[in-house]
């Protein structure tokens, strides 16, 4: 090594070696005090400036000791830092699917229960339709749909599970986006969505119905349908709660009402994506298994518990606080 490098050297080390101690100190501190707010940004500047550092060492002196000693306290500033912030997010994920989705579920039950009831109206219309005229499915269910409903076929179709249960996934997601974001047009397009889903839903119920399939087919339908169907209802929540912003904005503009109730509604269509994985799951994979018809509908009943446990939380909580 050449006496200007050596120089060098002894130079770099003398002037940043003070910054890199008190970046030691930084790393015992967030160990020792569980990572606070003050303590991760100041040793977030110190570790950008120590990466700095290192660059510099790497390009002038790459084999000098100080380029293992920096990169290992590199290394340890970048764990503190990152391990502490995905901890947070996690524990932020966590709150929020086990006490914020509910609550926000809590405050708009209206909104979902008119979603729901929406549904149902098309339900119950298309099926008295078709029961009273087959022929009228056409106007509903896909071409070619009605031609293949036949005695005996249900659950005998075929299927890759894993690419069924992805497609199925997307497109309810699709679905549940497309109902909230529906609601910026004053709701209409909501109700609308909600309503033919509806229509689907009770023109199939009443071919396989008229054709004595009935059990068969509402076994093939509960076990995924009670959670994909509470996740459209929720999304069609969040799409009205968002219209009603507009229309009725109370001590607020128009504008701002609307950006507010937007913010909080989209957090209502996150949350309902775990919700349609769950549905595609059960859907690909135990609703072609070949069980007992019984077992499936034990599915469903486990899924409805499951669902009034969860989003009842907030009600339960009240109650436990009050009493």
């Known amino acids: 090594m050449s006496v200007p490098t050596a120089r060098r050297i002894q130079q770099f080390v003398q002037r940043n070696r003070p910054h890199w101690e008190e970046t030691k100190k930084l790393i015992n501190s967030v160990d020792g005090k569980k990572g606070e707010r003050s303590t991760l940004d100041q040793l977030g500047r110190s570790y950008r400036q120590t990466a700095a550092h290192l660059a510099y060492a790497r390009t002038y002196f790459p084999d000098h000791p100080i380029v293992q000693e920096l990169n290992s306290l590199v290394l340890q500033a970048h764990k503190r830092i990152y391990g502490h912030v995905s901890q947070k997010n996690a524990r932020q994920v966590l709150r929020f699917f086990l006490n914020d989705f509910p609550s926000l579920f809590h405050e708009r039950a209206h909104f979902f229960l008119f979603a729901m009831g929406t549904f149902l109206v098309g339900a119950i219309f ?57 609601g910026a047009l004053f709701g209409v397009g909501t109700l609308w969505a909600l309503f033919t889903n509806g229509l689907l839903i009770g023109a199939l119920a009443a071919l396989y119905h008229r054709i004595g399939e009935s059990y068969s087919f509402w076994a093939f339908i509960w076990p995924h349908g009670l959670i994909e169907l509470t996740a459209i209802f929720i999304a069609g929540a969040a799409g009205l709660s968002l219209a009603r912003s507009w229309l009725i904005p109370g001590d607020y503009t128009r504008v701002t009402s609307f950006k507010q109730e937007g913010k909080v509604t989209i957090l209502m269509v996150i949350g309902v994506i775990p919700m349609f994985v769950i549905a595609a799951l059960i859907e690909a994979f135990i609703t072609p298994a070949p069980w007992p018809i019984w077992s499936k509908y034990l599915v469903a009943i486990i899924t409805l518990i499951s669902l009034f446990l969860y989003f009842g939380s907030p009600f339960f909580k009240g109650v436990i606080r009050r009493s």
Not at 139 to 146: E, F, I, K, S
Not at 157 to 176: C, F, K, P, T, Y
């Open 126 to 182: 298309a099926f008295i339709t078709v029961m009273m005229d087959p022929s009228q499915a056409d106007a509903v269910l896909p071409p070619g749909m009605v031609d293949q409903i036949q005695p005996g076929q249900i659950g005998q179709n075929q299927w890759d599970s894993a690419l069924v249960s992805g497609e199925l996934m997307v497109n309810n997601i699709r679905v549940a986006f497309f109902c909230f974001a529906l």
